[in-house]
């Protein structure tokens, strides 16, 4: 049965300009119905809006509409998930809550990020929730 996982922008950026890595292999799970990545509204909006900054797609081995495609693909594999509780863990980057929330809100075992320093150490603690970066969930495979 997939595993519900909640996939940190930082992951999904690595995956569209990285032709290859763990970022890369996380997506492709998903499309392949592996893993269900849970999106919330937030987390929809930070995806759109980094995945289209100058940037962004400047690196990209990608043209901006293989971009456009593959996010539909990606998009379409993902469960919405709304948010009706905010929590407060008291994180180190506070704009990153909302990952915390989603993941509780869909019952995801795990936050994959390359951000693990933001998440960890929260003062609100939350034991079935694991925090990774995708090297150590393809590593524990």
Do not use: H
């Amino acid at each position: 049965m997939p595993e519900n996982i909640v996939i940190d922008t930082s992951v999904l950026i690595s995956a569209l300009v990285g032709s290859n890595g763990p970022g890369r292999e996380i997506l492709r799970r998903c499309l392949t119905g592996k893993y269900i990545p849970l999106i919330s509204n937030a987390l929809f909006q930070e995806y759109e809006d980094v995945s289209k900054r100058k940037q962004i797609i400047d690196i990209c081995p990608l043209t901006q509409k293989e971009i456009e495609e593959l996010l539909k693909a990606f998009y379409s594999t993902c469960r919405w998930i709304p948010i009706y509780y905010l929590w407060r863990p008291n994180i180190i980057d506070e704009a990153d809550i909302f990952l915390i929330e989603l993941a509780l809100a869909g019952n995801a075992s795990q936050i994959i990020t390359n951000n693990i320093r933001d998440l960890k150490n929260a003062e609100l603690s939350f034991p079935n929730l694991r925090i990774l970066t995708p090297e150590t969930l393809l590593r524990g495979e």
